[in-house]
């Protein structure tokens, strides 16, 4: 079992609905969690993290988490075009200094 | 944008010759850290620092060196490439250590014929 999975995808979505992105983990000690976005060619950029149980949204953006079951999601609402990318989970595992580890990526296409 | 570059952002070596990639910060940031990106495997953790001349080893660190002289620059050598180390290479910075957030530079992508 992968530390931290994703489903490769793509995930196609029409532009203006709602996107969901899902990483589960292995870790129950597994502290923080973050969503990068990947765009072809370019480097991971952060868009959300979450540490505690619950909702966070952050514009158009809400990370959702669950350690109880282990996952962790990211939604985009009113998909757009320059939506698509590619989407990073990252866990903070525990067990001392920077013990992240990031999923393969889900590949988002939004269809215009 | 975190002031992060990296060079070369291209380089095609062959087997066996050493590489040295350079990753500069003008953040002053405390973590640095050094990732390879495949296809089918994301983002690997091959070294970090946590401080000038404070390095450890990430997941994949076989075949890689670093090394920190000064908080902005953090340099990783492949003593002698071979072809399993062509990848994209990413440099990251992170504030803290109660702050995993890292941003990431532009990466260089590395070619071993």
């Known amino acids: 079992q992968k530390e931290v999975e994703q489903n490769s995808g793509p995930l196609s979505v029409p532009e203006g609905a709602i996107a969901s992105l899902n990483c589960t983990y292995s870790?129950?000690?597994?502290?923080?969690f973050f969503w990068y976005r990947q765009y072809s060619g370019k480097s991971p950029e952060l868009i959300m993290f979450i540490y505690s149980n619950g909702d966070k949204e952050d514009g158009r953006f809400t990370a959702q988490l669950n350690k109880a079951s282990q996952y962790v999601s990211l939604l985009i609402r009113d998909s757009q075009p320059s939506d698509s990318a590619t989407y990073l989970c990252?866990?903070?595992?525990?067990?001392?200094?920077?013990?992240?580890?990031f999923g393969i990526g889900t590949k988002l296409q939004v269809i215009p | 944008d975190a002031g992060i570059t990296q060079s070369p952002r291209h380089k095609v070596t062959e087997t066996g010759t050493p590489v040295t990639l350079r990753c500069h910060q003008t953040?002053?940031?405390?973590?640095m850290y050094w990732y390879r990106q495949d296809p089918g495997h994301g983002l690997r953790l091959i070294h970090y620092?946590?401080?000038?001349?404070?390095?450890d080893k990430g997941e994949v660190s076989d075949g890689y060196s670093v090394s920190r002289s000064k908080t902005e620059d953090f340099l990783l050598t492949l003593e002698s490439a071979t072809s399993s180390q062509t990848s994209v290479y990413f440099c990251?910075?992170?504030?803290?250590?109660?702050?995993?957030?890292?941003?990431f530079g532009p990466g260089t992508r590395l070619t071993v014929t």
């Open positions: 990252a866990v903070v595992r525990s067990g001392g200094y920077q013990k992240v580890t």
């Open positions: 620092s946590y401080g000038v001349k404070d390095t």
């Open positions: 870790d129950r000690g597994s502290q923080s």
């Open positions: 953040e002053n940031h405390r973590y």
């Open positions: 990251a910075i992170s504030e803290s250590e109660l702050s995993y957030e890292q941003y």
